[in-house]
């Protein structure tokens, strides 16, 4: 078996407000036809590292590489939905990634 490099691989992200640390060495790979949801409470630091991944926060500390090399937006085709606009109030969150797989049927 051919040992791959992960799609997207987040290695010791950190990124700080002024003294606020809001991400604190984040690290984990996502392979080629993994599928991830990145939940949590409100201030957890989601939205900061979805602006990191898409640049349009530069991280205080750390690397995203996408298919080996430094995250760029522009060359990579990132983006991504806001939950506001995206998601389905009155269901709970496996609900609503539910709904999303299997519009894809997966």
């Known amino acids: ?13 950190t990124k700080k407000f002024g003294d606020l ?20 409470p409100t201030g957890c630091g989601k939205t900061t590292f979805l602006n990191s991944l898409t640049r349009l926060y530069e991280p205080t500390a750390g690397d995203i590489l ?11 085709n990132i983006s991504y939905i806001f939950q506001e606009y995206s998601s389905f109030p009155w269901q709970t969150v496996e609900q609503n990634i539910r709904f999303g797989l299997e519009i894809k049927k997966v």
Request: aromatic content about 4%; proline content about 7%.
């Open 66 to 76: 996408v298919n080996g090399i430094p995250v760029d937006p522009k060359k990579q």
């Open 1 to 13: 078996m051919v040992n791959q490099e992960p799609k997207v691989k987040v290695r010791s992200l």
């Open 21 to 40: 640390l809001v991400l604190d060495n984040l690290n984990f790979e996502v392979d080629e036809g993994e599928f991830l949801c990145i939940v949590g």
